[in-house]
């Protein structure tokens, strides 16, 4: 009977330890980054604060990344009809993969009167993994073409990455610089609390499975001791 509670107590610990490293690393975290931008406008230098938001979810081999303004940028001196503003944008990758990431997205749907910062709607672009790890994606330079003219608005605070996914490259790529990267297979990574308990479930569930096979062993020697 010691030896039957010894092995319980092993199991419960090893699954509170088995939760701490799960609930630290998470498989994907998304945060809402103010990146300062600093735009070259045709009349001249302009700069605006932002808070922007990137985020994915599973298209394909891929992800469909999405990216998101909270607040207008730059503005023009005079108003902007319905479709006179296209916007596209890069998005940098770092972590496991390198590289930049373009996406674009529709003209403006309604005028944009003159002297008022320019709300840009959500741009969309594919990304497909090059490696297995950890990827960060860091919003990059914003491109706003109107009337004929060319507006290039940079980050010039260096803003921190806005989104942070585990992914699995298609040809089974890895990265030894990659930190944390885990292999999703070919999921979307999840950080919902339900999926957290899901995750601490099944840990459970393979903890029990163990200890159980423990205790059966444990009382099969000890009859076997008895005997």
């Not at 469909?64 to 940028?73: A, D, E, F, Y």
């Not at 529709?106 to 594919?126: E, M, R």
């Not at 790890?133 to 706003?144: H, S, Y």
Request: include cysteine; hydrophobic fraction near 40%; charge should be positive.
């Amino acid at each position: 009977m010691p030896n039957l509670k010894r092995t319980a107590a092993l199991a419960s610990a090893a699954a509170l330890a088995g939760s701490a490293v799960l609930l630290a690393a998470p498989a994907a975290r998304a945060d809402v980054v103010d990146v300062d931008y600093r735009c070259q406008t045709p009349i001249g230098v302009k700069t605006a604060v932002s808070p922007i938001d990137i985020k994915a979810a599973r298209s394909g081999s891929g992800y469909r990344i999405t990216m998101s303004w909270q607040k207008g940028v730059s503005s023009s001196p005079v108003e902007l009809g319905r479709g006179a503003m296209s916007p596209s944008a890069t998005v940098v990758l770092g972590g496991a993969d390198h590289g930049t990431l373009t996406v674009t997205g529709p003209a403006n749907q309604a005028a944009i009167p003159a002297n008022t910062p320019i709300k840009v709607s959500d741009l969309s672009g594919t990304y497909t993994p090059g490696k297995t790890g950890r990827v960060t994606f860091t919003a990059g330079v914003l491109t706003i073409k109107a009337l004929g003219t060319t507006t290039t608005c940079s980050p010039s605070n260096s803003p921190g990455p806005a989104l942070h996914i585990d992914v699995s490259a298609a040809g089974g790529g890895t990265a030894a610089s990659a930190p944390g990267g885990t292999d999703t297979g070919g999921q979307l990574p999840r950080t919902g609390p339900d999926d957290s308990v899901v995750a601490l479930g099944t840990l459970g569930g393979t903890v029990l499975l163990t200890g159980t096979a423990g205790m059966l062993w444990l009382s099969r020697r000890g009859r076997t001791a008895r005997g």
